[in-house]
């Protein structure tokens, strides 16, 4: 393991174990409606340039600093827009910088907690990118830190923006597909045989692997490039469960406003798929609800039927909802007195823009103070579904989620499952 130098010892134990001193010697100023929001990039790998990208066509957006512990990301988001900014390889320089309104944290899972507690304690409001968290725990300090500092914090679930799922909720809560006592998602692809040609020894050439770990257990290297591939790594992520399944059990919470399940079971295993990486290829979750039961799917070993997929079953219809827009398809009562009599009527919608509307949905919020449309309150319940997921399966064990209390019942090895011990010197006040 390397250990911080003298200058970044004293840094490190200043930044992280004296927080709260860090939040109030920074400036949080209101926004007025004309005024420009100065934001800063924390992660710019490609879905972090992404949302740069975004950011900067925005025309109330300044961009004033980016950081990246990998230089030549660092260097080609510095390069994106068409002012100077500054560029930090260590992201507490970037919070110290009193000009910054506002940040993007794109950054692995495993830091999301760290960076937007320091972010939310440094007066910053904050665009974090689903994931939520990569442990429940994590996700309720997340939304503490929020309310406490009185920030803004918008979860990078772009759904939630999305014009059409606004309306297919409004179709299913208004009863036009009957009572939904079924709902299936899920995500297929065909990854055979795996990302053999990247597989690795050694952290890529330019890359801080201490401070990429960060909070993690120390490895020296991963058998998969990070940069990329960190989603198939426990240390790091949830695989596939807390990928497509954040933004699908979001939905589905939203549809059928619902916070919590009370219980759930999970099978899977990384079957077929042999590159290295820990996170199911396979993988069923069964979400039990009061009055309705979701099954959540994933399969990276065959193709067929391949994509995202939403289904609502409905006692009149089902509703099949995707990125692209939605279809509600009626359904017939067979043992009813007019068995051929749809009971719900045909509908398409074609779909709508989430991206850059949930950008802007932030952006507002900024110089509104409201909420927005994926509250750090929401990232974080449907972030706990996923976890409470992944717990199931790696437990073996159905589990019983008392959400009041955010504990799993009786059951104190499980509830292990729910934090993580960060390695030193990174912890969350």
């Known amino acids: 393991m390397r250990h911080p130098d003298p200058t970044r010892r004293t840094f490190l134990r200043r930044s992280i174990s004296t927080a709260a001193v860090l939040g109030a010697a920074s400036s949080s100023r209101l926004l007025g409606a004309n005024e420009r929001i100065r934001a800063g990039l924390i992660g710019a790998g490609g879905r972090g340039r992404g949302l740069w990208e975004d950011f900067l066509a925005q025309p109330d957006v300044t961009a004033v600093a980016v950081c990246d512990v990998h230089s030549p990301h660092l260097e080609q988001a510095a390069s994106m827009g068409k002012t100077q900014v500054s560029r930090h390889p260590d992201f507490r320089r970037l919070l110290d910088d009193r000009e910054i309104d506002a940040v993007i944290v794109a950054t692995p899972d495993h830091w999301h907690a760290l960076q937007t507690i320091m972010a939310c304690e440094a007066g ?27 920030r803004i914090v918008q979860t990078g679930s772009q759904q939630r923006s999305g014009a059409h799922y606004a309306r297919a909720v409004e179709l299913v809560r208004g009863g ?111 979400y039990r609800f009061p009055d309705f039961v979701v099954n ?64 802007r949905n932030f952006l507002d919020c900024v110089k509104s103070r409201g909420r927005p449309n994926a509250d750090v309150e929401e990232g974080h319940l449907t972030a706990t579904m996923c976890h409470l997921g992944n717990i199931a399966l790696r437990t073996g064990k159905m589990i019983q989620w008392d959400g009041e209390q955010e504990r799993i019942v009786g059951d104190p090895e499980a509830n292990a499952w729910l934090d993580y011990e960060y390695r030193r010197p990174w912890k969350l006040a």
């Open 296 to 359: 959540w799917s994933v399969r990276e070993m065959n193709g067929t039927g391949g994509g995202m997929f939403m289904e609502f079953h409905g006692t009149q219809g089902t509703l099949s909802l995707t990125r692209s827009g939605f279809e509600v398809i009626p359904e017939t009562w067979p043992l009813s007195e007019q068995p051929k009599q749809p009971r719900s009527e045909a509908l398409k919608d074609p779909g709508s823009e989430q991206g850059k509307s949930h950008v």
């Open 176 to 286: 036009r597909i009957g009572t939904v006592s079924h709902v299936s998602a899920g995500f297929i692809r065909n990854a055979m045989p795996g990302y053999l040609a990247e597989r690795t020894s050694r952290p890529p050439e330019g890359l801080d692997w201490d401070l990429w770990l960060g909070p993690a257990a120390y490895r020296p290297s991963l058998p998969l490039t990070p940069l990329h591939h960190f989603r198939w790594f426990w240390d790091f992520s949830g695989g596939e469960m807390t990928n497509f399944g954040a933004h699908d059990l979001d939905i589905v919470r939203w549809v059928m406003n619902v916070k919590a399940p009370t219980h759930v079971a999970s099978f899977g295993g990384r079957f077929a798929v042999k590159d290295g990486g820990e996170t199911p290829d396979v993988q069923e979750v069964i």
């Open 124 to 150: 910053k409001d904050v665009y974090v990118e689903k994931p939520l968290s990569l442990r429940v725990a994590e996700g309720r300090r997340m939304v503490n830190a929020a309310r406490k500092h009185g």
